[in-house]
């Protein structure tokens, strides 16, 4: 078994996604480069994902919700049927983040229809979530209750990126008004914008961590994460702390630059906690003018200064250990 | 010594503030309920202030900043000179809430002249504080660090209202980029709109609590508080917890409604820690025409329906006792 290398477990695939499923599959999604379609590969190998035939399930529409920006797709499969998670926003309004949901049809997500069950729900008496520019949703379980966590900005596109968490309902609806989790707090959170983005769940005797990424795109992206016992009130305020510093960052010598927006899975031993994230080699963004929309009006100086149109974030991964206090080390290698 | 009785301390006066001199007078300001005016008064006992003579130390402009919703003054005697920070809006933009300060340039806050210093700045780089909605500043030091602790919301009028924390650079700027201490969590804190506000500091054998104001400014209006160590980093969120349920609330029997906005100070004796705060001897806030200005174009019916012009948040008073673990009781009576 090879766990990782150095290399790219994924070339040109951000904010990667993994779920290893009860078939003995690792099916893998992630944002492509060009943001306008939803695509999946699956492989009984994590390595094999590299060269896996991928298909597209999803594509953009044309105009309207879903037209722009279909970023950070999670697939999950929840009571018996799979779903997939991503934001999207609108070509009339190319910031309007919303998280959408897509439903199978049948056993087979490669191969099976995929239907829109349109844009996720807010609880009875939540007007605040997803008002706002919202994205990155990932979803877990925890004693039982079955838990929504995302980015939310509120006030607009340059307020600060915080996360919120509810328990779901059903797999289209939360249950919940929303609970803020983390806002950014510290210096490393908010270099060039206040963010805090791309929940990440791992457990481990008996904690709960929910790692995310802070700052903004470039080599300043890292990481940091909440922590709370597993039978603690995760809705509760006072049953999370937060990492102080980063735990994972821009590592020159190993040309890792703004690591971050990473999942968590295991090994090929199904014992090996992993975490897959994304990073550049390289530390200035420089934007690919072949993979920005047709309907982008910058100049072509603006579109190559655009971190967000760079196809090189690559996803990584590494196997996480647990230091003296049973706390994650991310360790980059 | 009369620490307090059930009845009124000041009335009329909301948002009560309470500075205790080292001349041994007790300095007492508030919102007046046409929010058109800084009113102070002293006096040597706290029961001497509600008939004290109050002097109006300065008026609301005709229009422009400061010229409408004149809120929660607070005195504050800082490196030898007399402070006065409140919340004001503009005639204009009546829900442009900002902090500004007034100082006198004197020793007798009561007879000599007060100038104002304009608003509150933020310190550099930081583009967030004192753009939205703020108010409710108030002024406390710690391990030789002086703070500045607001409630602010982003994202406008209906927006969650938030408290944030910073150091000090001088009476009139801060030193550190905002740091939010507490947002609205729990469902004490969201009844009819989402707030945190009116914090006041507290310190007892080593620990700091800042107490603060939740919910709509109706008998649902409740406290709870923030506990950190002394020693710890203020500006750090794990030093902070958070009362999961409120301190203080409505209490009909003994016909408190509303109960919130304090201060602390001390009693006569010098050591007995008092609790100033406001609340209506009613449930169902009744707004009253004539001190709603003449500016504002409501009809009567719905003038009346508005419990900020409702005349009769009174000042009270208890004394704070502490349990066994060290940690403040606040019990009315």
């Given at each position: 078994?090879?766990?990782?290398?150095?290399?790219?477990?994924?070339?040109?695939?951000?904010?990667?996604?993994?779920?290893?499923?009860?078939?003995?599959?690792?099916?893998?999604?992630?944002?492509?480069?060009?943001?306008?379609?939803?695509?999946?590969?699956?492989?009984?190998?994590?390595?094999?994902?590299?060269?896996?035939?991928?298909?597209?399930?999803?594509?953009?529409?044309?105009?309207?919700?879903?037209?722009?920006?279909?970023?950070?797709?999670?697939?999950?499969?929840?009571?018996?049927?799979?779903?997939?998670?991503?934001?999207?926003?609108?070509?009339?309004?190319?910031?309007?983040?919303?998280?959408?949901?897509?439903?199978?049809?049948?056993?087979?997500?490669?191969?099976?229809?995929?239907?829109?069950?349109?844009?996720?729900?807010?609880?009875?008496?939540?007007?605040?979530?997803?008002?706002?520019?919202?994205?990155?949703?990932?979803?877990?379980?925890?004693?039982?209750?079955?838990?929504?966590?995302?980015?939310?900005?509120?006030?607009?596109?340059?307020?600060?990126?915080?996360?919120?968490?509810?328990?779901?309902?059903?797999?289209?609806?939360?249950?919940?008004?929303?609970?803020?989790?983390?806002?950014?707090?510290?210096?490393?959170?908010?270099?060039d914008?206040?963010?805090?983005?791309?929940?990440?769940?791992?457990?481990?005797?008996?904690?709960?961590?929910?790692?995310?990424?802070?700052?903004a795109t470039g080599a300043?992206?890292?990481?940091?994460?909440?922590?709370?016992?597993?039978?603690?009130?995760?809705?509760?305020?006072?049953?999370?702390?937060?990492?102080?510093?980063?735990?994972?960052?821009?590592?020159?010598?190993?040309?890792?630059?703004?690591?971050?927006?990473?999942?968590?899975?295991?090994?090929?031993?199904?014992?090996?906690?992993?975490?897959?994230?994304?990073?550049r080699?390289y530390e200035d963004a420089v934007g690919e003018p072949?993979v920005v929309?047709?309907?982008d009006?910058r100049s072509l100086a603006e579109i190559i200064k655009d971190p967000l149109y760079d196809p090189n974030?690559?996803?990584?991964?590494?196997?996480?250990?647990?230091?003296?206090?049973?706390?994650?080390?991310?360790?980059?290698?």
């Amino acid at each position: 078994m090879t766990i990782q290398t150095n290399s790219p477990l994924v070339e040109q695939r951000a904010d990667p996604f993994v779920h290893k499923h009860n078939d003995g599959f690792y099916y893998f999604t992630g944002s492509v480069p060009t943001y306008d379609r939803i695509e999946l590969r699956k492989s009984k190998t994590l390595a094999g994902l590299k060269d896996a035939e991928t298909v597209d399930i999803w594509f953009k529409h044309e105009s309207g919700p879903m037209s722009r920006h279909i970023w950070a797709p999670e697939i999950h499969y929840l009571d018996g049927k799979w779903y997939i998670y991503f934001a999207a926003s609108e070509e009339g309004d190319i910031w309007a983040l919303r998280p959408y949901v897509l439903e199978c049809k049948g056993q087979d997500p490669l191969n099976d229809e995929w239907v829109e069950l349109g844009m996720m729900q807010a609880a009875e008496g939540d007007d605040k979530s997803f008002t706002d520019f919202s994205l990155d949703a990932t979803i877990f379980e925890n004693n039982g209750k079955r838990y929504f966590c995302w980015a939310e900005k509120t006030g607009g596109q340059f307020a600060a990126s915080n996360l919120y968490l509810a328990e779901m309902e059903s797999p289209i609806k939360l249950k919940t008004v929303q609970f803020m989790l983390t806002t950014p707090d510290y210096d490393w959170e908010r270099v060039d914008f206040w963010v805090n983005e791309g929940p990440a769940v791992l457990k481990h005797n008996g904690k709960i961590f929910i790692a995310f990424s802070a700052s903004a795109t470039g080599a300043c992206y890292c990481m940091g994460y909440m922590e709370a016992d597993e039978n603690d009130d995760l809705l509760d305020r006072n049953s999370w702390t937060k990492t102080r510093m980063p735990v994972l960052e821009t590592d020159v010598d190993k040309k890792i630059f703004g690591p971050g927006h990473n999942c968590f899975t295991v090994a090929e031993d199904d014992v090996t906690p992993l975490c897959i994230y994304h990073a550049r080699d390289y530390e200035d963004a420089v934007g690919e003018p072949s993979v920005v929309p047709k309907t982008d009006t910058r100049s072509l100086a603006e579109i190559i200064k655009d971190p967000l149109y760079d196809p090189n974030r690559h996803a990584r991964v590494f196997a996480v250990k647990y230091d003296e206090n049973d706390r994650p080390v991310f360790e980059l290698y």
